[in-house]
């Protein structure tokens, strides 16, 4: 029995090893671990941490096993939309906020409906009760996504607006000046989210793209670079939309001559009485205030934009399963058993 035992000490001990190897980020969660003297011996601590019995067969999960499943339990289920490698690239400009994320994440669960069919084809038979079915072949047609997206921050308003941006330059080809990618077809999108068994970065492409721009809710001002990013509700913002709402109008009001009566009035007045003239800083402060709504927005200003507070979108997508992976490595058993990655 000694023997027995120290074989599987030997095993214990080189399957520890070979399941700790490279695997130092993971080290710290040992201090949990049973001590040798809490266990009684060395061997029955590598026992223990293998998931192996005293005579070295395996009983259950390993420490390593069970580490790895917690941390798949708290990864980020949320729904996600994201581009290939080979498109990456696209984050750029007004989509970079997307970088970050590597796609677009939803903020809150997307109402989304799929349709799986299997097609039939129907034959009437001669002299018969019921039609004869005959199986032509399986799809998924399609995806509708419905989502709700907020903006509270000049930050979030960034993301919304790469979030729209994104989903309508899945609807574009490379063409005119993409050199040598002209001709090329609208980007795959990737879908991840709510665990393996759901979406597990399986391919589709964009069809439609529809939202509404809401005329009951606020608009909030995207950041437009690192200096403006903070809150878009300060008052200088709130002056430089004064200055454009009011710009046409206070030009004719200008124009019909207010500012050049002021100005009459304050050297009549001056002629008449001098030093103590009351209407002596009248067209000056006239002069400034309707100078000041009248003057033209900064290059930065110009450059932001406006995105509702609350929007729903609606994106239509099309599965996508090449010819060859439904050929290599496709299997019914697999699929009905949840082990194949990246199929509809």
């Known amino acids: ?99 970050s994320t590597d796609g677009v994440i939803f903020p809150y669960t997307p109402q989304i409906q799929i349709n799986y069919r299997a097609n039939y084809n129907k034959t009437a038979l001669t002299h018969a009760n019921h039609p004869a079915f005959f199986y032509q072949g399986s799809e998924v047609s399609d995806l509708q996504v419905n989502a709700t997206f907020t903006a509270q921050s000049s930050e979030e308003a960034s993301y919304l607006m790469a979030a729209i941006h994104f989903f309508k330059a899945t609807t574009k080809m490379y063409y005119g000046q993409d050199g040598g990618l002209n001709g090329m077809p609208p980007p795959l999108i990737f879908l991840n ?38 809150n878009p509700f300060q008052i200088q913002n709130a002056l430089s939309s004064v200055k454009g709402g009011f710009s046409q109008s206070l030009s004719r009001l200008l124009g019909a001559g207010v500012n050049r009566n002021v100005a009459r009035l304050g050297g009549l007045a001056s002629n008449f009485l001098g030093a103590n003239n009351p209407f002596g800083g009248v067209t000056d402060r006239v002069g400034s205030i309707l100078g000041g709504f009248t003057g033209s927005l900064s290059p930065t200003q110009l450059g932001a934009n406006y995105v509702p507070t609350k929007i729903e979108l609606a994106i239509t997508l099309i599965p996508i399963v090449s010819r060859a992976k439904q050929t290599n490595e496709f299997s019914l058993k697999d699929f009905a058993a949840g082990k194949l990655k990246g199929h509809w």
């Open 193 to 230: 989210g709510f665990g393996n068994g759901q979406f597990d970065n399986v391919a589709c492409v964009n069809t439609q793209f529809n939202y509404n721009l809401p005329d009951n809710v606020d608009y909030i001002r995207t950041a437009t670079n690192a200096s403006n990013t903070g």
């Open 1 to 99: 029995m000694a023997d027995i035992d120290t074989n599987a000490n030997v095993k214990a001990a080189q399957f520890l090893a070979s399941q700790e190897a490279g695997n130092t980020a993971e080290g710290a969660a040992s201090s949990s671990l049973p001590s040798a003297s809490q266990t009684g011996t060395a061997s029955q601590f590598f026992q223990i941490e293998a998931g192996l019995n005293s005579v070295g067969e395996k009983v259950g999960p390993s420490v390593k096993e069970l580490r790895s499943a917690t941390a798949a339990s708290n990864a980020d289920w949320r729904f996600r939309m994201s581009l290939g490698p080979g498109a990456k690239d696209l984050y750029a400009g007004i989509m970079a906020p997307l970088n």
